[in-house]
């Protein structure tokens, strides 16, 4: 079992910046492939980036360049830094350990407006 805090979500202007940030309590941390996905209003749950246990990162096309996700398997935490933030990418994203099943995070919102 894993417990997922989320923190960092927030109002912010376009080409603005965020950082959120992900604590994990519960399992090994450090086994897990981590992760941070988003939902817009009337959207399906869609993929933002991961890491794996090993530091290999992998990003939706559509935030490339512009967010970069870290973990520390020492603190347990994995973060997610947004800059140049647009309207589209307001929802509300949840961090992720990737299991069998997934464990989810209570998500935090993000809204991106002027």
């Known amino acids: 079992q894993v417990q997922l805090v989320e923190s960092g979500g927030g109002l912010v202007q376009p080409g603005g910046s965020l950082r959120l940030s992900c604590a994990a309590s519960?399992?090994?941390?450090?086994?897990?492939?981590m992760g941070w996905y988003r939902q817009a209003p009337g959207k399906q749950r869609q993929k933002v980036a991961l890491?794996?246990?090993?530091?290999?990162?992998n990003y939706a096309d559509s935030v490339k360049g512009r967010f970069t996700i870290s973990r520390d398997n020492a603190k347990n935490t994995v973060s997610l830094q947004m800059n140049s933030l647009k309207p589209e990418d307001t929802a509300v994203y949840y961090c992720?350990?990737?299991?069998?099943?997934?464990?989810w995070g209570q998500g935090t919102q993000v809204t991106v407006s002027s």
């Open positions: 890491i794996t246990t090993g530091g290999t990162t």
């Open positions: 519960g399992s090994i941390f450090s086994i897990y492939t």
């Open positions: 992720v350990a990737l299991s069998a099943p997934n464990y």
